[in-house]
């Protein structure tokens, strides 16, 4: 095994692009904040990167030491091998919590990163103290629900800065990777709503009233089946799918003010 290290400067603290290679293949995650804080894991959406937290990163530093991991076939990790499924997307930060000798964590998670850490928070409680599933994915909508929200759903401009970077971190996406991580998507099916249910540590889930990706009505499906946990919904006033760049202040208040405060 193999580990290169990279830094580049921020505001706040400098953060580490680290590429780790080994058995045949490359895995990359950006770390920063002080090395002896809480860890704080945040796993992208479909499509996106590390960069996807670049608005999120410099207000969690401070608190926490912050792991921006790029799931396989994204940003700069190589894809698996073998076919995707949430299980094994979850084996894979599993994994790497091992190599990184990662034993407890905050746990941060984006639509299908939030549906892969929902597995791995239920496969593993004793490891996550904190979970926040921001707009996950696992449960659909009907299509006359959705049609219903897509003719109503607020339009947000959003900025351009993320126009340019979900379509930098789409370009970076292996595309046998992106339909393989749809099709996982897909057929976890009742898996999804299996691992919800299973939850047994603080969860917080967020979602954006201007999401036309996944519309906010999923959001009190979702709370409904963490009944083992405590577990609250809170809504970003004119938030996309993409919420933690389009209204990054409100989601980031939000998202720390449950990641630091006691329960």
């Known amino acids: 095994m193999a580990e290169v290290a990279t830094r580049n400067s921020t505001k706040l603290f400098p953060s580490e692009d680290v590429y780790i290679h080994a058995n045949g293949t490359r895995l990359h995650?950006?770390?920063?904040?002080?090395?002896?804080?809480?860890?704080?894991?945040?796993?992208?959406?479909?499509?996106?990167?590390?960069?996807w937290w670049t608005q999120t990163l410099p207000v969690l530093n401070p608190y926490f030491r912050t792991y921006a991991l790029d799931l396989p076939g994204f940003g700069y990790s190589w894809r698996m091998r073998h076919l995707y499924s949430i299980e094994k997307l979850a084996d894979y930060v599993r994994d790497w919590l091992d190599l990184m000798h990662l034993d407890q964590i905050y746990l941060l998670g984006h639509s299908l990163g939030g549906q892969v850490a929902a597995r791995l928070a239920?496969?593993?409680?004793?490891?996550?103290?904190?979970?926040?599933?921001?707009?996950?994915?696992?449960?659909?909508?009907?299509n006359r629900e959705r049609w219903h929200?897509?003719?109503?759903?607020?339009?947000?401009?959003?900025?351009?800065?993320?126009?340019?970077?979900?379509?930098?971190?789409?370009m970076r996406t292996d595309t046998l990777a992106l339909f393989s991580s749809l099709n996982a998507i897909v057929q976890d099916?009742?898996?999804?709503?299996?691992?919800?249910?299973?939850?047994?540590?603080?969860?917080?889930?967020?979602?954006g009233t201007a999401d036309s990706v996944l519309p906010p009505l999923l959001g009190p499906r979702v709370i409904s089946l963490i009944t083992q946990a405590p577990a609250r919904l809170e809504y970003i006033e004119?938030?996309?799918?993409?919420?933690?760049?389009?209204?990054?202040?409100?989601?980031?208040?939000?998202?720390?003010?449950?990641?630091t405060e006691e329960i």
């Open 238 to 259: 004119n938030g996309t799918h993409d919420m933690m760049f389009d209204q990054s202040e409100a989601f980031n208040r939000v998202t720390l003010k449950f990641l």
């Open 189 to 207: 099916g009742q898996r999804a709503a299996q691992s919800l249910q299973s939850l047994k540590m603080p969860t917080l889930v967020v979602w």
């Open 29 to 51: 995650y950006q770390a920063a904040g002080a090395s002896g804080a809480q860890p704080l894991v945040l796993l992208h959406g479909i499509g996106g990167c590390v960069n």
């Open 149 to 170: 929200w897509f003719t109503k759903a607020p339009r947000v401009k959003v900025p351009l800065q993320q126009i340019i970077t979900i379509a930098t971190g789409t």
């Open 122 to 142: 239920a496969r593993y409680p004793e490891r996550i103290k904190r979970l926040v599933l921001v707009a996950p994915s696992g449960l659909w909508p009907t």
